[in-house]
């Protein structure tokens, strides 16, 4: 049982390359979310997915797009980079809303835009 | 503008004394909060969470406390041992919600 994987764990891109990362889960949980974290910011929500085939937009959604066609897999994709998203992400997932559960992370994917 | 807000990035505190952590949110419609705890170069943790219609939870060592009228809760860890050291984050979202907002964090440093 790994929880919740990322993949990869670093990468450094050049402005405007475009770049997917992958987030799976084997806890069968329905709902699952990419954040960044950036210093003084905490973590913020970039997408989310309620259900296989399902996304929505979280707090600073612009620059990312994603898609969840396995329940277990959750793609962020940067079409264009830029250095403004230079950031920590971090992928996370939870078995249902609820004031009974809880997310959990992943070890997050380090992205550096030159 | 925030929504959930940390106001002390860092905290220290000597081992065996009480460490507290606060935190203040802005939508009284919050209704569920967390607490997470995150290691260097790890995810962060599930640490404790309180519903609003409590107003304490205790896990061993951490409580949570939520004042509801102020906006604020706290984090209490008795005694304070030197792997508690982290950065801890807060995080509030709304009852049945799909969305949880995080604090920038506060880093707490156990010196032994």
């Known amino acids: 049982n790994a929880g919740v994987t990322q993949t990869p764990k670093f990468r450094v891109l050049k402005t405007g390359q475009s770049m997917t990362l992958l987030c799976a889960q084997d806890m069968n949980h329905e709902y699952m979310y990419w954040y960044r974290q950036d210093p003084g910011m905490g973590l913020r929500l970039i997408h989310y997915s309620v259900g296989e085939g399902t996304t929505a937009k979280g707090e600073v959604p612009d620059g990312y797009n994603v898609s969840r066609l396995k329940k277990q897999n959750f793609l962020l994709g940067l079409e264009s980079a830029a250095p403004s998203q230079t950031s920590v992400y971090f992928c996370?997932?939870?078995?249902?809303?609820?004031?009974?559960?809880?997310?959990?992370f992943g070890p997050g994917t380090r992205l550096t835009v030159l | 503008d925030q929504q959930v807000k940390q106001n002390s990035p860092s905290l220290s505190v000597q081992e065996g004394r009480i460490s507290i952590l606060n935190c203040d949110y802005t939508n009284s419609m919050f209704d569920y909060f967390l607490w997470y705890k995150k290691y260097p170069a790890e995810g962060p943790t599930f640490l404790i969470s309180?519903?609003?219609?409590?107003d304490k939870n205790e896990d061993g060592r951490f409580t949570v406390f939520l004042n509801k009228s102020a906006k604020h809760l706290s984090l209490h860890i008795v005694p304070s041992q030197p792997g508690d050291s982290a950065v801890y984050f807060c995080a509030a979202s709304l009852y049945n919600f799909n969305k949880f907002y995080f604090g920038s964090g506060t880093k707490l440093n156990v010196k032994p």
């Open positions: 309180i519903s609003s219609i409590k």
């Open positions: 996370a997932s939870s078995y249902r809303a609820g004031d009974t559960d809880t997310q959990y």
